[in-house]
Nanobody, 110 residues
């Protein structure tokens, strides 16, 4: 079981940027899949971006061109760089890697 701790959320104006971090308690270099999900109030949790050990990445259509997922295998951290944020990006963002973190709140509002 790996412990995951997300950070980097907050309140940002539309068009702004945030970088989320997910620190893992163990080496992530062998994880085939790491991902970011989000859950807005009253909505189901949805996949935002996925990172594969091969180096491939996948993104939900709603964030393509705005969000970038990346890994730092030396620091055991998964990142999500979020640019040009929109109010509809408001949600709790969760890290996934063989389990779930507790999430970090992202609020996009003027």
């Amino acid at each position: 079981q790996v412990n995951l701790v997300e950070s980097g959320g907050g309140l940002v104006q539309p068009g702004g940027s945030l970088r989320l971090s997910c620190a893992a308690s163990t080496s992530i270099s062998t994880f085939n899949l790491m991902a970011w999900y989000r859950q807005a109030p009253g909505q189901q949790r949805e996949l935002v971006a996925a990172s594969f050990r091969s180096g491939n990445t996948n993104y939900d259509d709603s964030v393509k061109g705005r969000f970038t997922i990346s890994r730092d295998n030396d620091k055991n951290i998964l990142y999500l760089q979020m640019n040009n944020l929109k109010p509809e990006d408001t949600a709790i963002y969760f890290c996934y890697a063989l389990g779930w973190g507790h999430g970090t709140q992202v609020t996009v509002s003027s």
